[in-house]
Every structure is written in C-alpha cells, then in structure tokens.
C-alpha cells in the first residue's frame, strides 16, 4: 500500500531526542524542531527535503523554527534541537 503516516508519531508520541551542538547524530525522524538559535554544520542535514539538502549545510535556524521530513542525519555546532523519532 506504499508509504503510510502514523498521525501519533507526527505530534511527537513516538518520543524524540534532545541534541545539543557540537554534536552529529544518525537516526530515524520525521521532524526537527529548534528550541533555540540553532547552527548547523558542513555536512548540515540528511533528509528527504529534496535531492540535495545541502542548501542547509552551515545554515542558522531560528528559535521554533521546525524542518518537516524523514532525516537520517544532523551535524548542530551550536543550539538545541528536539529530533521527532519516525515510530
């Protein structure tokens, strides 16, 4: 039936991780949220945004700021994220 969405893992049931810069982590979520001012690294983040995320690579989120989408990776040199786990 293809791809299918869990509505409780969109609003954060699944649990999630708190990840503080400098730090690079591999896992499995559908959301990145910015609790604060957040910086990302060189190689930024893995996701399924579009063919290439390295538009993101060394960029500054804003505070609340969220990035939808399946991501696989994050490198944050400064702030803190909540990574949303997929299931």
Same mark, same amino acid.
């Given at each position: 039936m293809g791809n299918s969405v869990d509505v409780r893992n969109l /609003? =954060? !049931? &699944? =649990? =999630?991780?708190?990840? /503080?810069g400098p730090r690079t982590v591999t896992g499995d979520w559908n959301a $990145?949220?910015? $609790?604060? &001012?957040? /910086? !990302? =690294?060189?190689?930024?983040? @893995?996701? #399924? +945004?579009?063919? @290439? /995320?390295?538009? +993101? #690579?060394s960029k500054v989120l804003q505070p609340n700021a969220t990035i939808f989408g399946r991501t696989s990776q994050i490198e944050v040199t400064s702030g803190t994220v909540i990574a949303y786990t997929t299931s």
């Open positions: /609003t =954060g !049931l &699944a =649990g =999630g991780e708190v990840i /503080t $990145i949220f910015c $609790i604060d &001012a957040v /910086t !990302l =690294g060189a190689s930024g983040i @893995s996701s #399924n +945004l579009d063919q @290439s /995320t390295s538009s +993101l #690579n």
